[in-house]
């Protein structure tokens, strides 16, 4: 009989590893409070980034320091009554993006994004969903030749140690690939591998429908009921279908993973970071072609189905604050100066939370005390990036598997005290 398994959370990181779970046997129940990428899944700028081999540090230099605690800027925006409880998560996402300290994260962290595009064409040809991929990569534009001329470095530096292809645009390349920006930049970055996606919604959507297909299910619940049942044996959950047992439990639950996590006795250091979106029309006949990044304004334009995505940098505020998407606000009076966007398509703003460790990696393998509790969240801003590799890389772990890749640097086990 086909060992039994919980997978709580049905973004694309859970639907992921529910469907790597799903080929390899398992009997998988995949729970969700919502349906399945209608969380921080959902938005996002909809890139699979193959170049994204360094993840994002915290900023160390003290003039751009200054410049974020004026809190006027599109990139991050911050409530000063969240502060003090994000403190101590702030300084260690301090601390670990000291350059030498970054440079062994991105050594371990690379691995994982080196594969990424392989085990989403793995997936999205199992789905067919290719209709909702672009391969055409992605760029950032530049205001200032400064700007240029740092990420110009810094991407000849990725090249070099991780094998990344970029492509420089001046001025006028730039102009005759997007003839409706304006001419606000003196040249653009194009990432050459990074693909598209037209919904990440959609996309995760897809995923779904294919594990249901191998046989696994989707139930709606609520992933806070989870407990041992009376026999102490495997694991139960309370679902719109009534209670469902499992014999093994994986937390796929994004930025409330720590909420339960705690509940079984951990305490990991998971931080939020919440970001907006907003669909619009173009205005006339205005097209834009691909992903484009205002890099020194820190906001992002996606030619997505549903409009153009306007989407925004980070805010640090409490998980469950109500909505202030400032940025957003100041974005879109940025962004009508460099390309004619038309009315909003959205009746409100989209916001989400992204989990993130201060070290900048996900948490993927088993819980240190537990051994049929499994975890896997905390990518930050690659979750859908990292939904099929990371995927794949449990379900090797929790079947037996010689694992694709070395996980020990995303092991839980690296925040005990």
Same mark, same amino acid.
């Given at each position: 009989?086909?060992?039994?398994?919980?997978?709580?959370?049905?973004?694309?990181?859970?639907?992921?590893?529910?469907?790597?779970?799903?080929?390899?046997?398992?009997?998988?129940?995949?729970?969700?409070?919502?349906?399945?990428?209608?969380?921080?899944?959902?938005?996002?700028? *909809?890139?699979?980034?193959?170049?994204?081999?360094?993840?994002?540090?915290?900023?160390?230099?003290?003039?751009?320091?200054?410049?974020?605690?004026?809190?006027?800027?599109?990139?991050?925006?911050?409530?000063?009554?969240?502060?003090?409880?994000?403190?101590?998560?702030? %300084?260690?996402?301090? @601390?670990?993006?000291?350059?030498?300290?970054?440079?062994?994260?991105?050594?371990?962290?690379?691995?994982?994004?080196?594969?990424?595009?392989?085990? !989403?064409?793995?997936?999205?040809?199992?789905?067919?969903?290719?209709?909702?991929?672009?391969?055409?990569?992605?760029?950032?534009?530049?205001?200032?030749?400064?700007?240029?001329?740092?990420?110009?470095?810094?991407?000849?530096?990725?090249?070099?140690?991780?094998?990344?292809?970029?492509?420089?645009?001046?001025?006028?390349?730039?102009?005759?690939?997007?003839?409706?920006?304006?001419?606000?930049?003196?040249?653009? %970055?194009?990432?050459?591998?990074?693909?598209?996606?037209?919904?990440?919604?959609?996309?995760?959507?897809?995923?779904?429908?294919?594990?249901?297909?191998?046989?696994?299910?989707?139930?709606?619940?609520?992933?806070?009921?989870?407990?041992?049942?009376?026999?102490?044996?495997?694991?139960?959950?309370?679902?719109?279908?009534?209670?469902?047992?499992?014999?093994?439990?994986?937390?796929?639950?994004?930025?409330?993973?720590?909420?339960?996590?705690?509940?079984?006795?951990?305490?990991?250091?998971?931080?939020?970071?919440?970001?907006?979106?907003?669909?619009?029309?173009?205005?006339?006949?205005?097209?834009?072609?691909? @992903?484009?990044?205002?890099?020194?304004?820190?906001?992002?334009?996606?030619?997505?189905?549903?409009?153009?995505?306007?989407?925004?940098?980070?805010?640090?505020?409490?998980?469950?604050?109500?909505?202030?998407?400032?940025?957003?606000?100041?974005?879109?009076?940025?962004?009508?100066?460099?390309?004619?966007?038309?009315?909003?398509?959205?009746?409100?703003?989209?916001?989400?939370? /992204?989990?993130?460790?201060?070290?900048?990696?996900?948490?993927?393998?088993?819980?240190?005390? !537990?051994?049929?509790?499994?975890?896997?969240? *905390?990518?930050? !801003?690659?979750?859908?990036?990292?939904?099929?590799?990371?995927?794949?890389?449990?379900?090797?772990?929790?079947?037996?598997?010689?694992?694709?890749?070395?996980?020990?640097?995303?092991?839980?086990?690296?925040? /005990?005290?």
């Amino acid at each position: 009989m086909a060992k039994t398994t919980l997978v709580l959370g049905a973004g694309i990181v859970g639907v992921s590893v529910a469907v790597h779970l799903q080929r390899r046997g398992r009997d998988v129940v995949l729970v969700d409070r919502r349906g399945a990428g209608e969380e921080t899944s959902f938005g996002n700028a *909809g890139l699979i980034q193959r170049e994204g081999v360094v993840p994002y540090g915290f900023p160390r230099e003290i003039g751009l320091l200054i410049r974020y605690m004026l809190n006027n800027r599109i990139d991050a925006h911050y409530h000063a009554t969240a502060l003090p409880a994000a403190a101590p998560f702030l %300084l260690r996402y301090w @601390w670990n993006s000291a350059p030498e300290r970054h440079k062994a994260i991105a050594r371990a962290y690379a691995p994982l994004i080196e594969n990424s595009i392989s085990e !989403h064409d793995d997936l999205i040809r199992a789905s067919g969903a290719g209709h909702l991929i672009g391969k055409r990569g992605w760029q950032k534009a530049f205001r200032t030749e400064k700007a240029r001329d740092l990420e110009y470095a810094l991407a000849e530096g990725w090249k070099r140690d991780f094998g990344v292809a970029y492509e420089a645009l001046d001025a006028t390349a730039l102009s005759r690939a997007e003839p409706h920006l304006k001419p606000a930049f003196v040249g653009a %970055l194009r990432w050459l591998e990074p693909w598209t996606v037209l919904s990440p919604h959609a996309l995760t959507q897809a995923y779904l429908a294919y594990f249901q297909s191998l046989g696994g299910r989707f139930v709606r619940g609520d992933a806070m009921t989870l407990k041992r049942p009376a026999s102490g044996k495997g694991w139960q959950v309370l679902t719109s279908e009534g209670t469902v047992a499992a014999e093994e439990v994986v937390l796929a639950l994004g930025p409330w993973a720590d909420r339960l996590a705690e509940t079984l006795g951990y305490r990991l250091p998971l931080g939020i970071k919440r970001g907006y979106h907003m669909h619009y029309a173009p205005s006339g006949n205005a097209v834009l072609n691909d @992903w484009t990044m205002d890099a020194e304004r820190g906001y992002f334009l996606a030619p997505m189905s549903q409009g153009i995505r306007l989407t925004t940098g980070a805010e640090f505020a409490d998980r469950d604050a109500p909505k202030s998407p400032v940025q957003l606000d100041r974005a879109e009076k940025v962004a009508r100066q460099i390309f004619p966007l038309g009315d909003r398509l959205d009746p409100e703003p989209w916001m989400g939370a /992204r989990p993130c460790t201060p070290d900048m990696m996900p948490v993927i393998g088993k819980a240190p005390r !537990h051994d049929d509790v499994w975890f896997s969240f *905390g990518h930050a !801003h690659h979750g859908l990036t990292l939904g099929p590799v990371t995927g794949r890389l449990l379900a090797e772990m929790m079947t037996g598997e010689k694992p694709f890749l070395d996980a020990s640097a995303f092991r839980a086990e690296r925040f /005990r005290p």
